[in-house]
């Protein structure tokens, strides 16, 4: 009778305990609404992520004690989007004059699948990518300029090319209000409506290309040739996007190049607005080739995350230039110095390649100021540890927030407000010339650097066009840099 006493003390002991447990689990991690799953994705990545994490009272380890607090504040939040913008720190849109904004390019999508594809150069894209720019100084109206047309896509049949003016689309003029419905609206199908600049003013020619957007991938390396003048053999590289799925096409170009035996090289960003850190890494790569195992650039973290690479890997926040990708050699110019031709669209991975290479190489920029982003990204989704790896399949939102700094191996990365060219000279929508021929002004500048027999920069003759914006920066893609995936083992470390 003792021994089955004794017995069902033991069960009631653990049954009791096992209950207990179960109660203080329940307690520290209640399940969250399905309504608010979205909500509390945001605010936990941001919280454990964001660059300026600390700057946002909301966003504190001590605002909320408990889920349950957490969930009454994103209860106030029915809109994902909404509570994202409302948690970053001083947002550009919550602050629309850029000198007052911090946060400039953080972004939320409520379908990863298109995320990812964008940051690998797919998109639904007719083709056209164009610069904007006020038709007056002061004016509303604005007005388009073709920089170039994607090869494959459904511009390259038509009647449309580098250099092209439109001033509306269906009929309708573009204006600072519309011009975001009208070329990035839903709709697919789209007319262009074409003018011509006479003596300053722009006059419809009755040209007007109906145009279709599909699917389509870009290949980043548009124009790729060697330059003879006199004993110079001048590598030309037009790159528009660091694309890593082009990363092997890339190695391939510098290849090409090597094989020539170029003796000098001018690498063309100004259509550029960034993309992959780890391309960028290996495109500094190529280019020089005499520095493998040094530091091109390092990562800043917000406190609690650099903390914790501090004490555990600070390598790990370091990218060093490589020889290999994978166990493919790089193909190396061995350059020390390079002209790299850039425009107020260069932007992200492409002013790192620019910042990076300057305490190894002399660079001699040529174009227009940069757009000054020296800030990085990361794809969060919401899974346990915010990788892609076991998505919630309740939804697709996914976050693009801004996580890291970045400077280059010698710790200089206050470029916020751009890369100042060397040799200044804005591009002129109507004198653009054919790109990659040695007459286009700024690639004909370039040569003249490199050959020794070119002038200072004289302006372009023709217009000036105020710049607006440009279809890169404003189709879904933003100006990125970004790493490949979040850091692995942070959860559980804080």
């Known amino acids: 009778m003792k021994t089955k006493f004794k017995i069902i003390i033991v069960f009631l002991f653990f049954a009791l305990a096992f209950q ?44 909320f004690a408990d889920q349950t607090q957490l969930d009454a ?38 379908d990863y699948l298109v995320l990812e594809g964008q940051l690998q150069g797919s998109t639904n894209n007719n083709g056209v990518e164009f610069g904007l720019s006020y038709k007056t100084s002061g004016s509303s109206e604005i007005v388009g300029w073709v920089r170039y047309v ?34 990035f609206g839903t709709n697919n199908d789209y007319t ?29 390396i548009l124009v790729n040739t060697v330059i003879t003048s006199g004993s110079h053999k001048i590598g030309y590289l037009m790159y528009n996007g660091f694309y890593s799925n082009y990363d092997t096409q890339l190695n391939d170009a510098f290849g090409t190049l090597k094989a020539q035996g170029v003796t000098d090289f001018v690498l063309d960003l100004r259509y550029n607005g960034g993309g992959s850190i780890q391309t960028a890494t290996r495109l500094a790569s190529m280019i020089t080739g005499q520095f493998t195992g040094q530091v091109f650039a390092k990562q800043q973290w917000n406190a609690k995350i650099e903390a914790y690479y501090d004490a555990n890997n600070p390598e790990s926040l370091k990218n060093f ?34 910042n990076g290479l300057k305490p190894y190489a002399n660079v001699v920029q040529i174009g227009d100021v940069t757009v000054g982003k020296n800030v ?15 998505r919630n399949p309740n939804h697709r939102y996914a976050m693009q927030p801004l996580v890291i ?30 790109l990659g021929n040695s007459s286009e002004p700024l690639l004909s500048l370039a040569i003249g650097k490199i050959t020794g027999t070119g002038r200072m920069a004289q302006p372009i003759p023709g217009i000036k066009l105020d710049y607006f914006k440009d279809s890169k920066s404003i189709n879904g893609i933003q100006n990125q840099m970004y790493l490949e995936k979040a850091p692995e083992g942070l959860l559980k470390a804080l």
């Open 192 to 220: 262009l409506n074409l003018a011509d600049i006479n003596g300053g003013a722009f006059t419809p020619n009755g040209r007007n290309i109906a145009l279709t957007k599909t699917p389509l991938d870009e290949n980043p």
């Open 321 to 354: 230039f490589v020889d290999k990708i994978g166990t493919t050699p790089i193909n190396s110019i061995n350059m020390t110095k390079v002209y790299i031709l850039t425009s107020k669209g260069t932007a992200s991975a492409s002013e790192l390649v620019i």
């Open 20 to 63: 207990s447990c179960q109660d203080k689990d329940d307690v520290a991690a209640p399940k969250v609404p399905s309504n608010l799953e979205v909500q509390n994705f945001i605010w936990k990545g941001l919280n454990l992520y964001y660059l300026w994490q600390a700057d946002v009272p909301n966003l504190s380890d001590t605002r």
């Open 376 to 390: 990085g990204s990361v794809t969060l989704y919401d899974s346990p540890d915010f990788s892609a790896t076991n």
């Open 73 to 110: 504040f994103l209860t106030g939040y029915p809109q994902p989007e909404t509570l994202f913008q409302n948690l970053l720190y001083k947002p550009i849109s919550l602050f629309p004059n850029v000198a007052d904004a911090v946060d400039r390019f953080s972004w939320i999508v409520s």
């Open 150 to 183: 994607i090869p494959g896509s459904n511009a390259a049949n038509k009647d449309i090319h580098r250099g092209d003016i439109f001033y509306g689309v269906n009929g309708t003029q573009l204006t600072v209000s519309n011009y975001q419905a009208l070329l």
């Open 405 to 434: 700094k970045i400077v280059n191996g010698v710790g200089f990365g206050d470029y916020q407000s751009g890369l100042v060219p060397t040799y200044q000279l804005a591009e002129n929508p109507s004198n653009l010339g054919v």
